[in-house]
């Protein structure tokens, strides 16, 4: 059994909580939560390349659970960063188009987390750490070495 402070989980959970923490707080003046802020970036970045996404669509681009998802969308539709609007296609789901104000909010936000990032990463070799936090965050396993 490996020691806590030597244990790569316990490290990664311990590292993202404290990643969330300070993206958290450099968030709190901009008005937004952290899955407020994934879930506007998301919606403005899928709308700045000319999707118009449904809350599906936004919930799996975004990785969140669709009920939460939803939620989190009436807020941000209460503060005027989004609207939600039925789906002419689907009158079963809504489509989330971004406000003036959340797109000039969102690559607002994207700056400050992308500070954070730097910050948090300053001196880590950056393509071998997206490499392992992409294989990590897209569930592939790991492939073992053979000798």
Do not use: Y
């Not at 404290?18 to 952290?34: E, F, K, N, S």
């Not at 403005?44 to 989190?72: F, H, I, Y």
């Amino acid at each position: 059994m490996l020691d806590p402070d030597r244990s790569p989980g316990f490290l990664l959970w311990h590292a993202t909580l404290r990643w969330q923490r300070t993206v958290a707080d450099a968030l709190r003046p901009l008005g937004l939560t952290h899955v407020q802020f994934v879930l506007l970036a998301c919606a403005w970045w899928l709308g700045e390349r000319g999707t118009c996404p449904n809350q599906l669509t936004l919930a799996r681009q975004a990785g969140t659970d669709v009920k939460m998802t939803s939620q989190v969308l009436r807020t941000l539709e209460g503060k005027g960063l989004l609207v939600r609007e039925p789906d002419p296609a689907d009158t079963r789901a809504k489509l989330v188009r971004v406000t003036p104000a959340g797109a000039d909010l969102a690559p607002r936000a994207i700056a400050v987390v992308e500070a954070v990032d730097a910050d948090v990463f300053a001196g880590v070799d950056i393509p071998t750490a997206t490499a392992l936090l992409t294989r990590l965050a897209h569930g592939e396993a790991p492939q073992a070495e053979r000798t």
